[in-house]
């Protein structure tokens, strides 16, 4: 098992407790509703949102990937930390055994700079929209 490491930035105008309410706390209603072309659903198949939980992504029919799920490690909303295992799915489980900020690989697979790049980018352009969504909405998670 190989192990990759990777970190991500980035600037926003929009409160860092604001980001973490729509990203974090509350995606599982905001998300599908900006980006219903990319993500049909977010539901919690255990738990109620706290450590320990598992939260499903439901991917539209018809596109590459039906869904994926993580589990909750830890959450601290104090301090704004929220810690994610991706522990199933379509996605990239085929060859990764889970990732954990960090992309575990199963057996000898290297993972490729691009193939993290296109993660992250996909990630980042998340963020831009809710984050565009928060600016137009400045009472929104206020």
Do not use: W
Not at 39 to 63: A, C, H, L, R, W
Not at 75 to 104: P, Q, S
């Amino acid at each position: 098992m190989g192990v990759t490491c990777f970190t991500q930035e980035f600037t926003t105008s929009v409160a860092p407790s604001r980001m973490f309410k729509a990203l974090i706390l509350d995606s599982h209603n905001l998300i599908p509703k900006l980006v219903p072309q990319g993500i049909k659903s977010i539901e919690f198949v255990e738990g109620d949102g706290g450590v320990g939980s598992i939260k499903q992504t439901n991917f539209p029919e018809g596109g590459h990937f039906k869904h994926l799920k993580h589990r909750i490690d830890a959450l601290d909303k104090a301090n704004l930390v929220c810690k994610y295992t991706l522990i199933e799915g379509d996605v990239i489980f085929d060859r990764l055994e889970k990732v954990v900020y960090e992309y575990h690989t199963k057996g000898d697979v290297e993972l490729k700079e691009e193939e993290i790049k296109q993660g992250k980018d996909k990630a980042m352009g998340l963020y831009k929209v809710v984050e565009e969504y928060l600016v137009a909405n400045p009472d929104m998670y206020a």
